[in-house]
Nanobody, 119 residues
């Protein structure tokens, strides 16, 4: 059994900042990649940022230079620092982890947290 608890979403004015957190717990032996995805109304879910177990990061072009993903392996937590937010960043943000347990390796998604940047 795996749980992901996301926090940090909310409403922020354009140009502002938010920091999302996602803490994993449960039957986890190892967490490999951790990432953030988002889905805006009427659009497909898209990758925002991902960080590997070794700390290598990758970002969507639309957020490069504004967002930063990081992780605390001791806390099984991934963060997304979002700066210079724009109205087009408005979406539900989902955390995703690739993990291994005694039962094998799989992925797990969080429930999502809303980020709203009014135009």
């Amino acid at each position: 059994q795996v749980q992901l608890v996301e926090s940090g979403g909310g409403l922020v004015q354009a140009g502002g900042s938010l920091r999302l957190s996602c803490a994993a717990s449960g039957s986890i032996f190892r967490i490999n990649a951790m990432g953030w995805h988002r889905q805006a109304p009427g659009k497909p879910r898209e990758l925002v940022a991902v960080i590997t177990g070794g700390g290598i990061t990758n970002y969507a072009d639309s957020v490069k230079g504004r967002f930063a993903i990081s992780r605390d392996n001791a806390k099984n937590t991934v963060y997304l620092q979002m700066n210079s937010l724009k109205p087009e960043d408005t979406a539900i943000y989902y955390c995703r982890i690739n993990y291994c347990s005694d039962y094998g390796c799989s992925e797990y998604w969080g429930q999502g947290t809303q980020v709203t940047v009014p135009s």
